[in-house]
């Protein structure tokens, strides 16, 4: 396969800027509903661990939370899991933003 | 698998951006004695699509999120984003994260320059993924870095904050 290492992210990112930017975005905009997606991410995978191994009783705080399911998922599941949901978010989001893709 | 590489935006090299800025620059000038400028109207309409598309699309999935993990969270937690997000919640995904990150940082096998998105990239691609979910996966990753600096550089700000005001106090 002939995937290159992206040099950074920023960089990336901005090659993503253009094609919002066309969509009517401001670069503040742009910024500000990445930032969200990421939130919504990070609020997905944890969703999908904790949906796989629900935890018995409330989590009283966020050193709580980060033991049960460093307890509980190996790092491969946390990787895996990680990967499927922040593709799928991607996904659905860029094709609400730009269109199908 | 599917290949949805083929499906997504392919992106100009920084010289083509140049070029192209220079020509729609040159044909903007000639189109617009002959095509007036896209009306305010038409702008607005583009921009609903997409910015507020994307906006709904965000408040919604974190409405959906927070109804299924809120009977988990005790009923101090706190909330930011308009009471969307859970902060533990996310604060402890973000340290699991980066936890992660930095035990795969130690593996010889990764150079330790390699970034949070750099590390998924390579797991993706060393896991026979497509073009088009290798991508994916990247930008997830890299939001998801852009998040943790947003939400870094904030804790930074409120820390420095509350050193200033003990200072302050102190003087007094």
Redesign the interface.
Known sequence: MANKLPEDLDNFIKKFQDLFLAKGFTEKEFKKQLEELGVVIIMAFLNKLLEQKPPAQKFASEEEILSYLKKNFSQEEIKETMQSESKKISKEYLENVLGKI | MEN?GE???K?PSPEN?EEKKKESAEKGKEESVENPPESPEG??E??????E??????KK??EG??K??Q????PLAERI?GGL?S???????????S??QN?IENLSTYPPS??F??I??????LA?AS?G??M?????????????D?VRAQEARKKDDEKKLKLEKLDE
Do not use: C
Not at chain 2, 53 to 58: E, I, M, Q, V
Not at chain 2, 136 to 148: M, P, Q
């Open positions: 949805i499906k997504l935006p992106f951006i702008v607005e583009k921009k609903e699509e997409g910015v598309k994307g906006s709904l699309y965000l999935k974190k999120f927070l299924k993990i009977h988990l969270e005790s984003a997000v902060l533990p919640f996310l604060v402890a995904g973000m340290k699991l994260l936890e992660i035990e390699l970034s998105g750099n998924l990239l390579k797991e993706g691609m026979g073009t979910s290798v994916l996966i990247v930008f997830g990753a890299a939001v998801v870095k852009l998040s943790f947003s």
